[in-house]
């Protein structure tokens, strides 16, 4: 065992069940069934996790899941997977919810809710819920939890929070019923309490039932870290264990937290909380690290450490902290696009820095290796996928140089790292450096390569990873021949002149950022501005800031309302029409709308200048060696496929 994770790993007692440790993960969503959801939550019970819990899954026909908990059919698929974790020895829990006014239309014939007030995020009107549909909702729960338990799973976790059903009659902001079930808290809580009543008498009292609490609801006039305490000294005596997770579609990225929140951005609200309880306790908000579930544990401020995301990167971070190789954990950056963001915008859950999370049975976590041929590989450049392609090159035996054209690594991920709210998303890339050197890899820093270089080193692979520069010639979509007017003036700049990258930007407000491509580079250009104390008028092609992002609700909200609460102003659906030493003016395409808007400091974010040269003189004169290209230089745009083409390519090799 790790003394440097002596209170991690101190085994805990959980009503009838003793964990091996703290480390837990809470119910989050996958969108899997069968043996690819068994294997996601192998790869984590093998990687030495103490507790796992099944995503929320619904207890009533009304609002189905893909697990049918409604019904006994359940049965032998939880009777799977709970034998195939009991040989790793971690715990495996069913969440078990109904999401009330968050259940979407298109799932159900119907919404029902303590009241009729919409779900901002979902829409409808839900129906206010009988006496009788509430009777039928509470037996819904107990058969659900009984079910679990004729599963073989290792107990239930009642979902109480995250702005569903059973949240919604306890918010003051959702229920405003006037019969037994709204009022007072004993009243609001009455449907709860009904429902632990009914699931204890199903399940009886050896078996595991925990509940998951809001610790703040984010709604105006909902409930506070106050209100929260009483609730959960008011259920503690019926559960075995509390746990707390903050948020509402009210403020819907507070559930899922991304980079611009501190690390463990819960435990303040946690506090008020958990000082009054004697149940044990599970915490869970960008907690990253060992180190950091170590201090809350340490400190007394939780019991248990929910650590999710950092799990999806890598499942194999508890047994590598045990063992002493912290270094080698692959980390989580927090930027939500691979995991939540994918899992909503395509229904199919990912990661931007683990090529195998929600793949495990078809894809390896670790490189298969050797390969079969040890080959001398050139990796050209030493961005995100350049040093992907490097450090999986050399982990299946391959001679590999790294030669990069800067005098440091990193690539793009290591100017946008600089921008504020933003450092977290260097991790992986300082992690990557770590890798190669440790592996080997011989690099070659402020090299430009020419097919000169190639054919001295004869390599037998060559792989492009030369990225994007930007463009400096008016270029935007709207008028894809037309330069901008007055792009050339000195007041006009790119974004790496804005972080000092190839150019320094005199910055004098008010300034105008104009967002061709609705990614997070325009974001961080404002946000580096209004740092500065400019007022900033971010002008958008597209209608919303970040619009190409995916899921916006979860990665991109937060730097909305950042943005919004300064000297800030968003136009979108408009373009560039004419720059001039003072002012900006702007329009809407196919209209003759025509604003101007002054502006002393212009930064135009735009698309990129694929760096294909080399390729174009390589392929031009072929030699013995195999020619690739991965990452932006391909014309994708993005971390996540720069790392996903790089690991395919380098693993093929």
Same mark, same amino acid.
């Given at each position: 065992?790790?003394?440097?994770?002596?209170?991690?790993?101190?085994?805990?007692?959980?009503?009838?069940?003793?964990?091996?440790?703290?480390?837990?993960?809470?119910?989050?969503?996958?969108?899997?069934?069968?043996?690819?959801?068994?294997?996601?939550?192998?790869?984590?019970?093998?990687?030495?996790?103490?507790?796992?819990?099944?995503?929320?899954?619904?207890?009533?026909?009304?609002?189905?899941?893909?697990?049918?908990?409604?019904?006994?059919?359940?049965?032998?698929?939880?009777?799977?997977?709970?034998?195939?974790?009991?040989?790793?020895?971690?715990?495996?829990?069913?969440?078990?919810? #109904?999401?009330?006014?968050?259940?979407?239309?298109?799932?159900?014939?119907?919404?029902?809710? &303590?009241?009729?007030?919409?779900?901002?995020?979902?829409?409808?009107?839900?129906?206010?819920?009988?006496?009788?549909?509430?009777?039928?909702?509470?037996?819904?729960?107990? &058969?659900?939890?009984?079910?679990?338990?004729?599963?073989?799973?290792?107990?239930?976790?009642?979902?109480?929070?995250?702005?569903?059903?059973?949240?919604?009659?306890?918010?003051?902001?959702?229920?405003?019923? *006037?019969?037994?079930?709204?009022?007072?808290?004993?009243?609001?809580?009455?449907?709860?309490?009904?429902?632990?009543?009914?699931?204890?008498?199903?399940?009886?009292?050896?078996?595991? =039932?925990?509940?998951?609490?809001?610790?703040?609801?984010?709604?105006?006039?909902?409930?506070?870290?106050?209100?929260?305490?009483?609730?959960?000294?008011?259920?503690?005596?019926?559960?075995?264990?509390?746990?707390?997770?903050?948020?509402?579609?009210?403020?819907?990225?507070?559930?899922?937290?991304?980079? /611009?929140?501190?690390?463990?951005?819960?435990?303040?609200?946690?506090?008020?909380?958990?000082?009054?309880?004697?149940?044990?306790?599970?915490?869970?908000?960008?907690?990253?690290?060992?180190? *950091?579930?170590?201090?809350?544990?340490?400190?007394?401020?939780?019991?248990?450490?929910?650590?999710?995301?950092?799990?999806?990167?890598?499942?194999?971070? =508890?047994?590598?902290?045990?063992?002493?190789?912290? #270094?080698? =954990?692959?980390?989580?950056?927090?930027?939500? =696009?691979?995991?939540?963001?994918?899992?909503?915008?395509?229904?199919?859950?990912?990661?931007?820095?683990?090529?195998?999370?929600?793949?495990?049975?078809?894809?390896?976590?670790?490189?298969?290796?050797?390969?079969?041929?040890?080959?001398?590989?050139?990796?050209?450049?030493?961005?995100?996928?350049?040093?992907?392609?490097?450090?999986?090159?050399?982990?299946?035996? #391959?001679?590999?140089?790294?030669?990069?054209?800067?005098? #440091?690594?990193?690539?793009?991920?290591?100017?946008?790292?600089?921008?504020?709210?933003?450092?977290?998303?260097?991790?992986?890339?300082?992690?990557?450096?770590?890798?190669?050197?440790?592996?080997?890899?011989?690099?070659?820093?402020?090299?430009?390569?020419?097919?000169?270089?190639?054919?001295?080193?004869?390599?037998?692979?060559?792989?492009?990873?030369?990225?994007?520069?930007?463009?400096?010639?008016?270029?935007?979509?709207?008028?894809?021949?037309?330069?901008?007017?007055?792009?050339?003036?000195?007041?006009?700049?790119?974004? @790496?002149?804005?972080?000092?990258?190839?150019?320094?930007?005199?910055?004098?407000?008010?300034?105008?950022?104009?967002? /061709?491509?609705?990614?997070?580079?325009?974001?961080?250009?404002?946000?580096?501005?209004?740092?500065?104390?400019?007022?900033?008028?971010?002008?958008?092609?597209?209608?919303?800031?970040? &619009?190409?992002?995916?899921?916006?609700?979860?990665?991109?909200?937060?730097?909305?309302?950042?943005?919004?609460?300064?000297?800030?102003?968003?136009?979108?659906?408009?373009?560039?029409?004419?720059?001039?030493?003072?002012?900006?003016?702007?329009?809407?395409?196919?209209?003759?709308?025509?604003?101007?808007?002054?502006?002393?400091?212009?930064? %135009?974010?735009?698309?990129?200048?694929?760096?294909?040269?080399?390729?174009?003189?390589?392929?031009?004169?072929?030699?013995? @060696?195999?020619?690739?290209?991965?990452? *932006?230089?391909?014309?994708?745009?993005?971390?996540?496929?720069? %790392?996903?083409?790089?690991?395919?390519?380098?693993?093929?090799?």
């Amino acid at each position: 065992m790790s003394h440097r994770y002596e209170h991690l790993f101190t085994p805990l007692q959980v009503g009838p069940l003793t964990l091996k440790n703290r480390i837990v993960r809470s119910a989050h969503g996958t969108l899997m069934t069968g043996e690819r959801l068994i294997a996601y939550h192998e790869a984590r019970a093998a990687g030495g996790v103490a507790l796992s819990t099944l995503e929320a899954t619904g207890v009533h026909a009304d609002a189905p899941s893909l697990i049918p908990l409604h019904s006994d059919e359940c049965i032998p698929f939880y009777r799977e997977i709970s034998s195939r974790m009991r040989p790793y020895g971690m715990a495996l829990l069913q969440q078990i919810y #109904h999401p009330g006014s968050a259940t979407r239309p298109k799932k159900a014939a119907t919404q029902v809710s &303590a009241s009729a007030i919409p779900n901002p995020m979902v829409g409808g009107i839900p129906t206010a819920m009988s006496t009788a549909q509430i009777h039928e909702m509470v037996e819904a729960f107990g &058969a659900a939890a009984r079910r679990c338990r004729e599963g073989g799973l290792d107990g239930i976790d009642l979902h109480a929070s995250s702005g569903y059903l059973i949240e919604q009659f306890l918010s003051p902001a959702n229920n405003v019923r *006037d019969d037994e079930y709204g009022g007072s808290l004993e009243n609001r809580m009455r449907f709860l309490m009904e429902i632990l009543d009914c699931i204890r008498a199903e399940v009886g009292r050896d078996y595991l =039932v925990g509940i998951r609490l809001p610790n703040e609801e984010y709604i105006p006039g909902g409930l506070t870290p106050d209100d929260v305490a009483e609730i959960a000294r008011i259920v503690e005596p019926h559960v075995d264990y509390v746990s707390l997770h903050m948020g509402s579609y009210w403020r819907f990225y507070k559930l899922l937290a991304p980079m /611009d929140e501190p690390l463990a951005n819960e435990m303040p609200s946690n506090a008020v909380i958990t000082a009054g309880l004697t149940a044990p306790t599970m915490v869970v908000g960008r907690i990253m690290t060992l180190d *950091d579930a170590e201090r809350i544990v340490a400190d007394g401020a939780a019991d248990m450490v929910s650590m999710v995301r950092a799990l999806i990167a890598d499942p194999e971070l =508890v047994a590598k902290s045990e063992r002493g190789e912290a #270094h080698l =954990v692959r980390p989580c950056i927090g930027s939500n =696009v691979g995991c939540v963001g994918q899992l909503m915008s395509t229904g199919t859950l990912s990661c931007v820095v683990n090529v195998a999370a929600a793949r495990e049975t078809a894809v390896p976590f670790d490189p298969p290796g050797p390969a079969p041929e040890r080959k001398r590989v050139l990796v050209v450049g030493g961005g995100p996928a350049g040093l992907e392609a490097a450090r999986t090159a050399a982990l299946r035996g #391959h001679e590999v140089h790294l030669y990069e054209a800067n005098r #440091h690594l990193g690539g793009q991920v290591a100017i946008a790292a600089t921008a504020p709210h933003r450092s977290d998303i260097g991790a992986i890339t300082e992690w990557l450096t770590d890798e190669v050197e440790r592996l080997g890899v011989t690099i070659r820093l402020a090299t430009m390569v020419t097919p000169d270089v190639v054919a001295e080193l004869a390599p037998d692979e060559v792989i492009l990873a030369t990225g994007v520069s930007p463009r400096r010639d008016g270029f935007q979509l709207t008028t894809p021949v037309e330069p901008v007017p007055g792009h050339d003036l000195a007041h006009v700049f790119t974004s @790496w002149d804005v972080f000092g990258f190839g150019g320094r930007a005199e910055l004098v407000g008010p300034a105008l950022v104009y967002d /061709d491509t609705g990614t997070f580079e325009a974001i961080s250009v404002a946000d580096r501005l209004l740092e500065a104390g400019l007022a900033v008028t971010m002008v958008g092609r597209l209608d919303a800031i970040g &619009a190409t992002l995916p899921y916006p609700p979860a990665t991109v909200a937060a730097a909305k309302e950042r943005l919004m609460s300064g000297a800030f102003d968003f136009v979108g659906g408009h373009h560039l029409l004419e720059i001039h030493p003072d002012a900006v003016d702007i329009g809407v395409a196919f209209t003759d709308r025509r604003r101007t808007i002054p502006a002393s400091t212009v930064v %135009i974010v735009t698309y990129g200048h694929p760096n294909r040269e080399l390729g174009e003189l390589l392929d031009a004169e072929p030699g013995a @060696w195999a020619v690739h290209r991965i990452g *932006d230089v391909t014309g994708t745009n993005g971390l996540l496929p720069a %790392i996903h083409q790089a690991a395919a390519l380098a693993r093929a090799i």
